[in-house]
């Protein structure tokens, strides 16, 4: 098979390369360029091109550089920004994946005749009894990226490989020592590439949308404290709002962004009955019933019944426990209840009434 090879730089994209070339298929290694802006953390600095580059050397790869960069601001920074401005808590990555990686590369990819797309997740995709396609968690706990691909469909999957998801990351790391990759010992991406680790949220932000003075009141109203910025806020946030020390841990539980309020209350008032998700997508057609949800990339998955909503575009999500409030904007991803494969997923948007 002919498969372009997306490489950020990083040892997992490495060895994916190292895998195929042993594996016999024709590999060209692609870097994405998708931020222009000051860059010290994630996946996107000239040192990580640089890296890429030099592995695609060394496993005897072409290498490509494409510039995706304006997709990168439509699809990523923008709605990044606007989120933030309207007191949601948006996943980038997620968003880079959905419109960058696996649409505008892969159809970069088919259209250049390649018959697949391969990257250095830790997924796995596997086949069901009746031939469909299944998106599966990878082999290493720790490491299992399959709740930032949930998003794939079956057309998506068909043209997706994910070389290294069959293995832990000890091993990863051992074959490219073995195979003497540069990048063996290259510490892993954990932070949003276009936010620096020295400026953080509050300095992006800053540039490009005016911070608003926010209110901090309890569950009755009453004002307790006052937040700098109340597009920083965000629902489950304990420090940095405002509040003076000694007194009964508080919470944030909601963010109005249009009053300029924050609302803050104890632990208990976290809890949720479920979550309204909206723009779900399927792996292999809509599901409804018992399943497991997991609501961040490394989060406990709970169990939960997926109901239908009056709004066709939403799904309703039931927890059999109550849980702590999810923020708006965030993936909801549904597994079965092995707690092997991604059914699907979507956008938190509110909580659901009892």
């Known amino acids: 098979m002919r498969v372009m090879l997306a490489m950020s730089g990083g040892v997992d994209s490495s060895v994916a390369g ?13 870097t994405m360029r998708l931020w222009g802006g000051e860059s010290d953390t994630g996946c996107c600095s000239v040192s990580d091109v640089d890296d890429a580059r030099r592995v695609a050397q060394q496993l005897d790869i072409d290498h490509l550089v ?10 990523v920074v923008e709605p990044y920004v606007q989120a933030h401005a309207g007191g949601i808590t948006p996943n980038p990555c997620i968003e880079c994946n959905r419109h960058v990686k696996f649409d505008r590369l892969a159809e970069r990819a088919r259209l250049l005749g390649f018959d697949a797309v391969a990257t250095g997740h830790h997924a796995r995709i596997g086949r069901d009894a009746a031939g469909a396609f299944t998106l599966e968690r990878g082999a290493d706990p720790a490491k299992d990226q399959s709740y930032v691909v949930h998003m794939l469909d079956q057309e998506q999957l068909a043209r997706t ?3 290294v998801g069959h293995l832990d990351k000890s091993q990863v790391r051992r074959l490219a020592g073995e195979l003497g990759l540069r990048t063996a010992h290259k510490p892993d991406s954990q932070d949003v590439c276009f936010i620096t680790s020295t ?21 009755d109203g009453h004002t307790v404290g006052e937040v700098a910025a109340v597009e920083m806020v965000t629902v489950g946030q304990r420090r940095g709002i405002g509040l003076p020390g000694g007194g ?14 924050v609302v803050v209350g104890a632990d208990a008032d976290l809890l949720d009955h479920g979550i309204v998700v909206a723009s779900p997508t399927w792996v292999h057609g809509p599901i409804e019933g018992e399943v497991l949800v997991q609501c961040s990339a490394h989060g406990t998955p709970v169990g939960a019944v997926v109901e239908p909503d ?21 993936s909801v991803v549904l597994y079965d209840l092995a ?7 979507g956008l938190a948007v509110d909580a659901l009434a009892p």
């Not at 009056?310 to 965030?330: L, N, T």
């Open 18 to 30: 190292a895998l195929l070339r042993a594996d016999g298929h024709e590999v060209v290694g692609v």
């Open 66 to 75: 494409f510039n995706f960069g304006d997709d990168f601001d439509t699809h």
């Open 161 to 163: 490989m994910f070389p």
């Open 199 to 219: 400026g953080g949220r509050t300095e992006f932000l800053g540039r490009r949308i005016p911070f608003r003075r926010g209110t901090v009141v309890d569950l």
């Open 248 to 261: 009964p841990k508080r919470y944030v539980v909601d963010v109005d962004v249009e009053r300029a309020t």
């Open 310 to 330: 009056a709004d066709p575009g939403r799904i309703a999500v039931r927890w059999h426990e109550p849980q702590r409030r999810v923020a708006r904007g965030q």
């Open 339 to 345: 707690d092997r494969c991604v059914l699907g997923g």
